[in-house]
């Protein structure tokens, strides 16, 4: 049975189960449990930030009005009936088009997206900036709020297209969105805001990716539509990237040694993708199938996770971080090393998949058709 290394740990698959195609993409291991690791005075680094957030991050934000809605880009309901029913056909033929492998992954992105009460739940999680009323107006509590708004139209706009296709089997998708709600996420971020926007600054940029590749594949295969709404989306989360960035940009400003300690405790734990715990209450591997296929059609890849963290080390400008003390060092010098030795794992990983026989599974959102992995 082949092993995955990762930041120096080596873990072993589950058992009776072929090794997933990617070295980083894999479901998380089972991590021991840390809670409030955020020291009280760090704490108070936020509160001491809040004119800082007001200033830097809420201009980020779009006022509603000046927001795209789901609707800019679906058949209007409002027309008459054959107007409508024209417009719906139109999509149908355009998605028609579309091979079954592209819309399991849209599947995938469109149900990530559909569990945002958990993301919002995880970031009112984080000491220092949670929402403490539910209408709390500080601005950290601004932007979650805000931010759960604009994002919420990205599972609605996907799940609405995708329902209109008529390619997948709605009810399993369904049932997918609620196993997943119901099962939450455990991104490892210890109620630490530091851990907390270090991962929502990866995430951002994983989606921002991954929605860009599904544009790009459905310009391809001639669905303009599906490709604006893609991009529409990705370009929404450049913009949060772009956000939580600048936070962490600012905790290396204020605090280098400790924000530098905290890249690396989330590169240590690997960054998975919000949807690990998802289940169709069918597939137990539903996640890692998911993975493997979005590896396979370059959707989100082992690749762009190093490209990500490349990209990160640069925006941060982590190699030029002066002061640190000796463990800020290696925690600087582990996470600068890192892009490069994923990218050397993912290439054997590659090498071990072309020894395999080709591997074919069925997935319940696409009425049990089969899928190459
Ligand atoms: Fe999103
Ligand atoms: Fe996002």
New binding site residues.
């Given amino acids: 049975m082949q092993a995955h290394f990762l930041a120096g740990h080596r873990v072993s698959p589950p058992p009776h189960r072929r090794s997933p195609v990617s070295a980083v993409l894999a479901p998380p291991q089972l991590r021991r449990k840390v809670t409030h690791s955020l020291p009280p005075e760090k704490a108070e680094v936020f509160r001491s930030l809040d004119g800082w957030a007001s200033s830097n991050l809420l201009p980020l934000l779009k006022p509603v009005e000046k927001c795209w809605q789901p609707m800019d880009f679906l058949p209007d309901p409002a027309k008459p009936t054959d107007e409508f029913q024209h417009e719906v056909r139109e999509l149908r033929a355009r998605s028609g088009e579309l091979p079954d492998e592209y819309f399991v992954v849209l599947v995938g992105d469109m149900i990530t997206?559909e569990a945002l009460p958990t993301y919002q739940t995880m970031i009112n999680t984080l000491d220092g900036v949670r929402d403490e009323t539910g209408a709390s107006s500080t601005p950290w509590a601004v932007w979650t709020r805000a931010w759960t708004a604009e994002?919420n139209r990205?599972?609605d706009l996907l799940s609405k297209y995708l329902y209109l296709s008529g390619k997948v089997d709605m009810m399993m998708v369904e049932k997918t969105v609620q196993y997943l709600i119901g099962a939450g996420m455990d991104p490892g971020t210890e109620n630490n805001p530091y851990l907390g926007y270090i991962y929502t600054s990866f995430q951002e940029r994983a989606?921002f990716i991954s929605?860009g590749n599904t544009a790009r594949l459905a310009k391809n295969y001639g669905d303009s539509v599906l490709a604006r709404i893609c991009g529409t989306?990705a370009a929404?989360?450049k913009r949060?990237e772009t956000a939580y960035t600048r936070i962490v940009e600012k905790l290396i400003e204020l605090d280098p040694d400790g924000a530098l300690i905290s890249i690396e405790n989330m590169m240590r734990k690997r960054i998975t993708m919000p949807a690990h715990l998802m289940s169709d209450g069918c597939d137990p591997h539903l996640f890692e199938n998911f993975s493997a296929l979005a590896q396979r059609l370059g959707v989100y890849t082992a690749g762009d996770y190093a490209d990500i963290l490349e990209f990160l080390v640069g925006r941060w400008k982590l190699e030029s971080v002066e002061g640190l003390s000796s463990a800020g060092r290696r925690a600087q010098e582990f996470v600068c090393g890192l892009p490069a030795r994923i990218r050397k794992m993912q290439e054997r990983a590659d090498e071990r998949a072309k020894t395999m026989a080709p591997h074919v599974v069925k997935f319940s959102w696409i009425f049990n058709k089969d899928v190459a992995l």
Wanted: net charge negative; aromatic share 0%; hydrophobic share 10%.
């Fill in positions: 997206e994002e990205h599972g989606t929605h989306i929404d989360e949060h």
